[in-house]
């Protein structure tokens, strides 16, 4: 029975494709290209991660641009690579809003977001991150900055929930000196002594080390049961190897910043075996996700990474909320955000679905791949995480948390 839902989901899509084709590709060639900013980690800590998403947002306005575009109109897209650094972020934003005068900036991290949230806002220019969690944003933004990702405290509870379940009471950290980390192991610390348990050692460790023995003592001589380690994977190819080298003795569990696709390649499958990680998951099964992913394998050689459909929700988001806004604008964008994204409004899973609804003059509600994109008054969503296991040289899922049952669980 699903699959035949799916299968007539698909086939009403391409029939949206078609009549959007016809209706208004042709005015697309005539058009002036709408300009879209990408600022993203095509290299550095976080560039493994960073390269799929650019590509899912590569064949994703192909598709759109095939359909006519928003308005009518084909999206051109401007890059700038922040070398996952905050620097190159901020020289990047400015480069893209002042030269490429952009009208929508899309990837930022943690420490990105953090540092051109207000310069975008000033100049109005709206903000989606597909992978920004730090917990700074939960009560910020909103206006010009949103997030398809959730907030860090999300995966913070399942990483903390799941540890203590596991019956390990007796918790080490080791947290790198940047935003992402910092965030992420802020709550671990918080969320576990609020479920019962002890933080026995915290070690904060400075990027750009070739030794990290002096801290990796300090853990050993609290004797915890499990390690959470919030580091990228840059820190972890220098931290983990010696670790290994002078034994492990507790369990170990990687922060999402250093669970990527390379993770394994990386610091080798021997070495991880049995080495758990977390992160924050879409919800494998659900229509909007089904279609994503026949998506992503025509377009990718490689299985859909964690945040692509985080991505892909954004850009679909952006692009609605330039047909709802009737105009090119940065600030009339930014305020349709929500009503193309939140309900009221006949559900939609793809840009296609809602760019005919918007011509008919309906109201929508998109749902993505990743989940249902309600923002918040803080441009927040609700999330799930995701806790995996290495086995056997693969990352294999060992338990899911829903935004809904860790909503529940604390109340909120």
């Not at 084709?21 to 005015?27: K, N, Q, T």
């Not at 379940?165 to 002594?193: A, M």
């Not at 609020?194 to 460790?205: D, H, P, T």
Request: net charge negative.
């Amino acid at each position: 029975m699903y699959k035949k839902r799916l299968v007539g989901k698909i086939g009403i899509v391409i029939s949206l494709y078609l009549i959007l084709s016809l209706g208004v590709a042709g005015l697309a060639q005539a058009e002036e290209e709408i300009p879209l900013g990408i600022l993203t980690s095509l290299t550095g800590p976080l560039g493994t991660e960073g390269q799929p998403i650019y590509k899912t947002w590569q064949w994703q306005v192909e598709e759109i641009n095939t359909l006519g575009g928003p308005l009518g109109r084909p999206i051109k897209l401007y890059v700038a690579d922040t070398e996952t650094s905050v620097e190159k972020g901020m020289m990047g934003a400015r480069k893209l809003i002042t030269m490429n005068r952009v009208k929508g900036i899309l990837g930022p991290s943690s420490d990105i977001m953090v540092a051109i949230m207000g310069y975008c806002k000033d100049n109005k220019v709206p903000l989606i991150s597909q992978w920004s969690g730090t917990h700074k944003l939960s009560m910020t933004g909103g206006e010009y900055q949103f997030r398809t990702a959730p907030d860090d405290f999300f995966e913070g509870f399942a990483a903390a929930a799941f540890m203590l379940d596991k019956g390990w009471k007796k918790i080490g950290l080791i947290v790198l000196n940047r935003e992402s980390p910092k965030s992420i192991g802020k709550i671990v610390e918080t969320q576990v002594e609020k479920m019962g348990g002890k933080i026995v050692a915290k070690q904060v460790i400075e990027p750009g080390m070739t030794t990290y023995r002096s801290e990796i003592r300090k853990i050993d001589q609290a004797n915890p049961e499990a390690v959470f380690l919030a580091v990228d994977l840059d820190t972890l190819a220098i931290l983990y190897p010696q670790m290994y080298e002078m034994g492990i003795e507790y369990k170990v569990i990687l922060g999402s910043d250093a669970h990527q696709p390379t993770t394994i390649e990386v610091i080798g499958a021997d070495a991880l075996e049995g080495v758990y990680a977390e992160k924050p998951a879409a919800a494998a099964g659900t229509l909007a996700y089904d279609i994503f992913e026949a998506k992503y394998k025509h377009h990718m050689e490689i299985g859909v990474s964690a945040f692509t459909p985080n991505a892909y929700d954004a850009l679909n988001i952006w692009a609605l909320a330039v047909q709802a806004a009737g105009k090119v604008d940065g600030e009339a964008i930014a305020h349709k955000i929500r009503y193309v994204a939140n309900p009221p409004g006949t559900k939609v899973n793809t840009f296609a679905e809602g760019m005919v609804l918007l011509l008919r003059g309906q109201d929508i509600n998109y749902d993505g791949a990743s989940g249902p994109c309600d923002f918040n008054e803080y441009g927040d969503i609700m999330g799930n995480a995701r806790v995996v296991q290495v086995q056997k040289g693969k990352w294999v899922d060992v338990r899911f948390y829903s935004g809904d049952e860790i909503a529940k669980i604390v109340g909120e």
